[in-house]
């Protein structure tokens, strides 16, 4: 059990980077359930999608998924700090309380996730608790992003109006750290 949540806490460090960029920009009680929930969902997920496909997929996506996590991650964040130096105010974002669209949130959720696909073939190869693990990694994520979109906020509201660029640039760079496979 002691290595589940080991796991689940270094899967979940990069949700914590991420909730930060996003609290930066500002947010309120709907979207800290909506972030915790997306990054929970996938983070479960993922693993026990990676226990469903098998080790076909493992072998094909292996290496390279945190490459696939780490451009999602960037090409987010480059979205969001073009979206703010271009002054972009689209009804999508306006309707959203952070600025953080539902389908943008869930690109950023799955981009996040992709490297949990091993865990679950490795889960699979140690016959874990399935069930177990999902509970432990998808609690340690909704746990890390909570705190990661207060502290985010807390900065956000220090910064002002620069919130949305500064977020989108701590997306860039943990996007870069998940390349360098630092995260």
Do not use: K
């Amino acid at each position: 059990m002691l290595a589940l949540l080991l796991s689940a806490f270094a899967l979940g460090l990069d949700n914590f980077a991420v909730a930060i960029g996003i609290g930066i920009a500002g947010v309120d009680a709907r979207t800290r359930w909506r972030v915790g929930v997306v990054f929970g969902v996938f983070e479960a997920g993922m693993p026990i999608l990676g226990v469903v496909v098998g080790r076909s997929l493992a072998t094909a996506l292996g290496a390279n998924a945190h490459w696939l996590g780490a451009a999602l991650l960037i090409a987010t964040g480059a979205y969001g700090v073009y979206g703010t130096l271009r002054g972009d105010d689209d009804e999508e974002e306006a309707a959203s309380a952070a600025g953080q669209p539902l389908g943008r949130l869930l690109l950023t959720g799955l981009a996040l996730s992709i490297d949990n696909l091993a865990v679950g073939f490795s889960l699979g190869a140690r016959h874990e608790s399935l069930a177990a693990a999902a509970i432990v990694i998808g609690a340690v994520s909704v746990t890390l992003s909570l705190v990661g979109l207060e502290l985010g906020n807390r900065i956000g509201s220090a910064v002002g109006r620069r919130g949305e660029l500064l977020g989108g640039c701590v997306l860039i760079v943990v996007g870069v750290l998940v390349a360098a496979d630092v995260i």
